[in-house]
């Protein structure tokens, strides 16, 4: 009988090869190719992600192997079933990064666990999926292999199709979990396969027993927070290191246009104060400095939100906190000044639009002041601001995205970032698709008053335009990487300099008739700037 009855694997991150590669096929003025211009730059002669390319140069200075990677924030999706399965009697261990754990995970796989459950999170395809599944069965063939999360979720929202049939044989695991929180069917899974029995009666699992994929009953779970608080004594601090992710609520209390979560996650659910404080105090023993409340609406509700606040600077455990912030529900001088007391270093800002009528047609419920006045406090408070903008929503024009270009320049949030629209079939905004003209899906659409293509063109010309933030990268950093930059050593100020000369970088590359001169003083200034920064080693490394 296996030790250990289930390892829990986190993320994938891929190859970034092969993520260029598909996006190179997408072709010139698609969304895929526009983003992924914006979000890569060229060292030795190849493309790598804006953090592979820190790595790179920080290992020309230092003659190291450091490869740094958000995935070293230990994933939360990855601990908190690890820990849900602990306190359900189930032995468990996770592993946070594919890519970067690859031998301490076929050192567990060799344990033979009963159940390897392979979580979706950050998926919008079967491609993350497919490699990891391969390597459990190359290192441990007797494992059953269970795939779950959002990716599934999203597959089968309209049923066990043909088309799901063939996805879940390309994947090549033994059994789905499809259910929005699905910790339950995990915990029934392992002890139905520990003990010999059958799978037909958990809840919510998909099997292939005669050769057909079929679904179990459906069972809405709806598992309680308290209950699944994690228990951070059970993991050592030398795994989740200074940086660290938790949540204090599920769901999200608003319903925008674009997004169908709130539907799929149910109502709003909060932990109290006092299990969070438990949460805190365990972190901080742990050695965690830096804390990312990964809450879709942290500061919602505002009394909540203040209460949390207040119990962080009673507790003064030293923890700096980075979060999802909602300027339209922090309506006065005390939450700021709440917030910034008890240790908040930086805030992702759902803009998504500088333009009144897009914000309206959005159902964000905010509006252009709220908006205004948020950033101006929290940047005299010195909180690090990561303003997110969506191009091409229905209605989109040049006068809206002006108006956004304004906004960003006249409000100046440290950083920032704009993407084409991903249009989900399943997000509110499509019940009224006939009336505006939605046509297609994802970034192939088009409507009344743009397509994609344009979206994506117009993304390159705010590129260009807004001049008084900073872009932030996508692929493998995006918001979160300021609290694992900061854990390293590198604050919002030196990332700030560094890119701003891989903005510039980007914009000399991408011209016409690039000047080689330009772009040669830009790579030196850039790995200069990496040689002097003072970091902290990466606890994965690069294969020899």
């Not at 879709?296 to 923890?319: A, W």
């Not at 249009?423 to 297609?440: H, Q, T």
Request: charged share 25%.
């Amino acid at each position: 009988m296996s030790e250990l009855d289930c390892i829990v694997i986190g993320y994938n991150e891929g190859d970034f090869r092969d993520y260029s590669l598909m996006c190179e096929r997408s072709g010139p003025g698609t969304p895929e190719w526009q983003i992924y211009r914006k979000e890569h730059l060229e060292m030795d002669g190849r493309p790598m992600s804006w953090m592979d390319a820190l790595s790179t140069l920080r290992n020309k200075a230092t003659g190291r192997s450091d490869r740094y990677h958000v995935g070293e924030v230990f994933n939360l999706a990855g601990l908190y079933l690890t820990n849900f399965l602990r306190r359900h009697g189930v032995t468990a261990d996770a592993i946070s990064l594919f890519g970067g754990e690859r031998e301490r995970l076929a050192r567990i796989l060799a344990q033979r666990p009963a159940v390897v459950a392979v979580t979706t999170t950050f998926y919008v395809n079967i491609l993350s999926v497919i490699p990891v599944v391969e390597f459990v069965r190359e290192h441990s063939p007797t494992s059953h292999i269970v795939v779950g999360g959002p990716l599934i979720d999203n597959i089968c929202i309209d049923g066990i199709t043909e088309e799901v049939q063939d996805l879940f044989y390309g994947m090549g695991a033994d059994s789905y979990v499809w259910e929005s929180q699905g910790e339950r069917a995990l915990v029934e899974l392992c002890e139905a396969v520990k003990g010999g029995k059958p799978l037909d009666d958990i809840a919510n699992l998909v099997t292939c027993p005669d050769g057909d994929w079929v679904a179990n009953r459906r069972r809405p779970e709806a598992n309680d927070l308290h209950l699944g608080s994690i228990d951070w004594s059970g993991f050592s601090p030398e795994h989740i290191g200074v940086t660290a992710q938790t949540r204090t609520a599920r769901s999200c209390a608003f319903k925008c246009s674009f997004c169908d979560y709130p539907t799929r996650a149910g109502a709003l659910t909060t932990a109290s104060v006092d299990v969070v404080r438990d949460e805190l105090r365990a972190m901080a023993e742990l050695g965690v400095k830096n804390l990312v409340f990964v809450d879709d609406t942290f500061n919602v509700p505002p009394k909540r939100f203040k209460e949390l606040c207040r119990m962080m600077i009673e507790e003064n455990l030293g923890l700096n906190w980075y979060s999802y912030f909602r300027c339209s529900n922090a309506r006065d001088d005390e939450t700021f000044d709440l917030a910034a007391e008890s240790g908040c270093r930086g805030v992702f800002l759902g803009i998504e639009s500088g333009d009144a009528d897009i914000l309206a047609q959005m159902n964000k419920l905010a509006q252009d002041s709220q908006y205004r006045a948020g950033i101006a406090r929290l940047k005299e408070r010195g909180i690090t601001t990561f303003a997110s903008i969506i191009v091409g929503f229905p209605g989109e024009s040049e006068r809206t995205i002006q108006n956004t270009i304004d906004f960003v320049n006249e409000t100046g949030p440290t950083f920032w970032r704009a993407q084409p629209w991903w249009a989900n079939p399943r997000s509110p905004i499509y019940r009224n698709k006939e009336v505006l003209g939605i046509e297609g899906a994802g970034y192939s659409w088009s409507h009344a008053t743009m397509d994609s293509r344009q979206a994506a063109q117009w993304c390159d010309v705010m590129f260009d335009k807004v001049t008084e933030s900073v872009w932030l990268p996508l692929y493998d950093f995006d918001f979160w990487a300021l609290p694992y930059l900061d854990g390293k050593g590198v604050g919002a100020e030196q990332l700030v300099s560094l890119l701003r000369t891989t903005q510039d970088l980007m914009r000399e590359r991408d011209l016409p008739h690039p000047d080689t001169a330009r772009l040669g003083a830009l790579h030196k200034r850039l790995a200069e700037d990496v040689a002097a920064l003072d970091m902290a080693p990466s606890r994965f490394t690069y294969a020899s």
